[in-house]
């Protein structure tokens, strides 16, 4: 009896130890790694840089196509043959573009990359400046993206959801102050990257090249600059200047290798998701709009971006005809390199800085001669798409003013709809040709000022939206005019 008692003291003892150590490591235990607390920024980047850049270039989802439905066409780069009376081309859009756009870039993009920031900050669980600084440069360009497609938004109360003090009801705050906030985070990016700083993973834009996310942000930082020069144009001076006077702080694009796109492969889920959306449907043709300038100048970037008919023309196709009306007409659809599967996403040029550049110069908002820019800006176009500028191009143009310039921007923008929207909203060019006669235009028959807030703006955010439509200065409609057009 006496052994049984020490044999059961014993195994008590043994028992209650083996609970103690139980008890302190039961957390790690428990812990699932397949289902993590937190995400690393590594993983939250990806698709954070992702959808911001498909809801820039041309997202496939049908009636939520920003780019390739609606701005493609309303500039005249694009033109639709069919459907023309509910996705874009007569100025009519279904509300399911708004919602797409500002859900996605809001919850799947923003609220990752503020995320990103949080962890790789000063004290965060990843502390790393370089993924804080990626972070920061595509979270201004979302941010302004959103600006300039809808006008006054929820920026600074905006993803403060999971808050210590959260905010489910942000305010609005105007373009203006948009603008000032992203381009101070612009500022800060280039500061707070390092070229001999810390590894980051899962940069599927630069694949951790560093130094072109400074050049991305000083250059996206110049955009930003010059887009409110006519409104705030002591500022937006000091801002260029500060940039271009000190290269080696301020790095910015310089040359046709290291502006900013995403790259694609040719994997489902990775491709160039232009191809996804034209190399299963025929609803668009090149714009006659387009067509017609290219041809007039002898453009050979119209090899590029179109693909000519069966007896080696090229044709364009009116905006806004009837889909019967359109039925009877053989036109051109867009050129090959935008079909291939692994071609680029773009968000920046180094054409685009040049003639953002040229037309700074031509203001007198920087020093330098504007025609050396403009020069260095339709070459670079040219060279993008691997043609070379003809030795007598500039002089097939005449008189190098403003016009000239904004409509040379608009042909090197082809792909880049929503920019060249955005462009033709703030300066009036290039200007628009006659309508057809047989088109049909809604929207009072205005080319589109911006898109229209989404339902759940209404319904979960009613008393701010007033205040943002306040500060938008008019309805909210297609016809109201946003902060920086001239």
């Known amino acids: 009896m006496k052994r049984f008692k020490?044999?059961?003291?014993?195994?008590?003892?043994?028992?209650?130890?083996?609970?103690?150590?139980?008890?302190?490591?039961?957390?790690?235990?428990?812990?699932?790694?397949?289902?993590?607390?937190?995400?690393?920024?590594?993983?939250?980047?990806?698709?954070?840089?992702?959808?911001?850049?498909?809801?820039?270039?041309?997202?496939?989802?049908?009636?939520?196509?920003?780019?390739?439905?609606?701005?493609?066409?309303?500039?005249?780069?694009?033109?639709?043959?069919?459907?023309?009376?509910?996705?874009?081309?007569?100025y009519e859009i279904p509300i399911t573009v708004s919602i797409g756009t500002w859900e996605n870039l809001y919850n799947s993009s923003l609220v990752n990359l503020e995320q990103v920031i949080e962890l790789a900050g000063?004290?965060?669980?990843?502390?790393?400046?370089?993924?804080?600084?990626?972070?920061?440069?595509?979270?201004?360009?979302?941010?302004?993206?959103?600006?300039?497609?809808?006008?006054?938004?929820?920026?600074?109360?905006?993803?403060?959801?999971?808050?210590?003090?959260?905010?489910?009801?942000?305010?609005y705050d105007s373009v203006e102050d948009v603008y000032a906030g992203v381009l101070e985070e612009l500022k800060l990016a280039n500061e707070k990257l390092s070229v001999n700083g810390p590894r980051v993973d899962g940069d599927i834009m630069f694949?951790?090249?560093?130094?072109?996310?400074?050049?991305?942000?000083?250059?996206?930082?110049?955009?930003?600059?010059?887009r409110q020069a006519a409104k705030k144009p002591a500022e937006s001076r000091a801002i260029m200047q500060e940039i271009l006077s000190s290269p080696a702080t301020y790095p910015i694009f310089t040359g046709n290798d290291d502006y900013a796109e995403l790259d694609h492969a040719n994997v489902i889920g990775s491709r160039n998701k232009m191809f996804d959306v034209f190399s299963t449907r025929s609803d668009w043709n090149i714009s006659k709009t387009l067509v017609d300038?290219?041809?007039?100048?002898?453009?050979?970037?119209?090899?590029?971006?179109?693909?000519?008919?069966?007896?080696?023309?090229?044709?364009?196709?009116?905006?806004?005809?009837t889909d019967v009306a359109a039925s009877s007409i053989s036109a051109s659809t867009i050129g090959q390199k935008f079909l291939e599967p692994d071609a680029p996403s773009i968000l920046m040029t180094y054409s685009e800085l040049m003639f953002i550049l040229a037309e700074a110069a031509l203001d007198g908002d920087i020093s330098g001669d504007y025609m050396d820019y403009f020069e260095k800006a339709v070459s670079g176009s040219f060279e993008q798409h691997g043609l070379a500028m003809p030795a007598d191009y500039i002089g097939r143009l005449g008189t190098i003013d403003k016009e000239t310039l904004m409509t040379q921007k608009w042909i090197a923008l082809f792909g880049q709809g929503i920019e060249a929207w955005t462009e033709y909203r703030r300066t009036g060019f290039p200007q628009m040709p006659t309508p057809d006669p047989r088109a049909i235009f809604v929207n009072e028959g205005v080319l589109p000022t911006r898109i229209e807030y989404p339902p759940s703006e209404y319904s979960l955010n009613m008393s701010n939206l007033e205040q943002g439509i306040q500060l938008l200065g008019g309805a909210d409609n297609m016809r109201s005019k946003l902060w920086w057009a001239e």
């Not at 957390?27 to 992702?50: C, G, H, K, R, Y």
């Not at 990626?134 to 302004?144: D, E, H, P, Q």
């Open 6 to 90: 020490l044999v059961s003291h014993t195994l008590l003892l043994a028992l209650f130890l083996l609970a103690g150590s139980c008890t302190e490591e039961f957390a790690e235990i428990n812990t699932d790694p397949n289902n993590p607390v937190t995400i690393s920024p590594s993983l939250l980047l990806p698709n954070a840089i992702q959808v911001s850049v498909d809801r820039y270039w041309g997202h496939s989802t049908r009636f939520q196509r920003l780019n390739i439905d609606a701005a493609m066409c309303w500039i005249q780069h694009l033109a639709r043959n069919i459907y023309i009376n509910s996705e874009g081309d007569t």
């Open 122 to 171: 000063p004290g965060g669980q990843y502390e790393n400046v370089n993924y804080e600084g990626i972070a920061l440069v595509m979270r201004a360009f979302t941010f302004s993206y959103l600006a300039d497609a809808f006008g006054p938004i929820p920026y600074s109360e905006a993803l403060k959801g999971a808050a210590e003090e959260p905010i489910n009801s942000p305010t």
């Open 207 to 226: 694949n951790g090249d560093v130094l072109r996310w400074k050049k991305f942000a000083n250059s996206l930082r110049i955009k930003i600059a010059n």
């Open 293 to 321: 300038k290219l041809l007039e100048l002898d453009d050979d970037r119209i090899s590029v971006y179109a693909l000519p008919l069966s007896d080696g023309t090229f044709v364009g196709l009116p905006n806004g005809l």
